[in-house]
């Protein structure tokens, strides 16, 4: 079946403009992660969707990202008035359920100039 | 602070070696652990996961749990140059049932 998708792949982008990224999971998967990784480096964990509950928004770095998740489904994570060091790929992965097996999309790399 | 700690190498073994990862973490209560492969500008994939103490295989990958020490392994048997990549751990948190997810090790197989 289909796999993670994300969109757009390649953003570039203007300082102070904001950005829309988009995540299209798994069919049937409650749970859906957004993460950022920067050139060389791990991991961050930025906000997880999981069924009908409330969002941990735990790692959101600022107040300018926020994420929502439509219908159960397809996410958009919006970072508005963006800075260079928001500069990063930026994954989303979905499971089953919270602690089911993490699927990855392709990523977003996003260049803001 | 709940922590997931791995070598960040680059951990360098010859083809056909025996290589192995290693990660640790902090927080007793953690139940699922999961190993990751992600080669250079690619996404993560899922390369084993694993619940219960003791070992785990499948194919030349060995999975090992030990919630006493806690501590994660990954062993990779007759490495490939294919098996090059970056590997990541993740633990749950147990309470909150979050991953945390270490820094991963670089691997490089030498033809």
């Known amino acids: 079946g289909a796999g993670v998708s994300q969109s757009p792949s390649n953003k570039v982008t203007e300082k102070g403009k904001d950005v829309e990224l988009r995540c299209d999971p798994i069919s049937g998967h409650t749970a859906l992660y957004w993460y950022r990784q920067s050139l060389g480096q791990g991991l961050e964990f930025l906000i997880y969707f999981q069924g009908n509950s409330a969002p941990d928004k735990s790692g959101l770095p600022s107040d300018r990202f926020s994420a929502e998740r439509t219908g159960g489904s397809v996410s958009t994570l919006t970072i508005q008035r963006t800075q260079q060091e928001d500069s990063a790929v930026y994954l989303c992965?979905?499971?089953?359920?919270?602690?089911?097996?993490?699927?990855f999309g392709p990523g977003t790399r996003l260049t803001v100039l | 602070q709940k922590e997931v700690e791995q070598n960040s190498g680059p951990l360098s073994v010859p083809e056909g070696a025996i290589a192995s990862l290693n990660c640790t973490y902090s927080?007793?209560?953690?139940?699922?652990f999961f190993w990751y492969r992600q080669y250079s500008g690619k996404s993560p994939e899922l390369i084993m996961s694993i619940y219960s103490n003791g070992d785990k295989e499948d194919g030349r990958f060995t999975a090992q749990l030990n919630k006493a020490s806690q501590y994660v392994s990954l062993l990779i048997r007759d490495s490939q140059p294919s098996d090059s990549a970056t590997y990541l751990c993740?633990?749950?948190?147990?309470?909150?049932?979050?991953?945390?997810w270490g820094l991963g090790t670089s691997l490089a197989v030498n033809p």
């Open positions: 927080d007793r209560g953690s139940q699922s």
């Open positions: 993740a633990v749950d948190t147990g309470n909150n049932r979050k991953l945390i």
């Open positions: 992965a979905s499971s089953l359920s919270v602690l089911d097996t993490q699927y």
